[in-house]
């Protein structure tokens, strides 16, 4: 009897895929399946990462302007007044 090498996987995203798992260990495969079938797929994860990096660039500039905001309220020329109670 064969052994079961190439598998059908319906990712947490919803996608299917099929994939070849004749890499891994016989008594591996369903359990390394299962695992997939709980990940997104690498096209779904890479574009979800990259609207990542969009809103953290967006939040970073919202978070140094505060800063800046920050710093002119309370300083002057970038220095930075340390409340008593943090020295």
Not at 17 to 31: I, K, M, T, V, Y
Not at 48 to 73: M, N, P, S
């Amino acid at each position: 009897m064969a052994v079961k090498t190439i598998w059908q996987i319906t990712h947490s995203c919803g996608h299917p895929a099929e994939r070849d798992l004749s890499d891994r260990a016989a008594d591996c495969r369903a359990g390394f399946a299962e695992w997939l079938a709980k990940q997104e797929r690498t096209d779904c994860w890479r574009a979800a990462k990259e609207g990542d990096k969009q809103y953290k660039g967006a939040w970073l500039e919202a978070r140094r302007a505060d800063e800046q905001a920050a710093v002119g309220h309370h300083g002057a020329q970038g220095t930075l007044v340390t409340a008593p109670e943090c020295l």
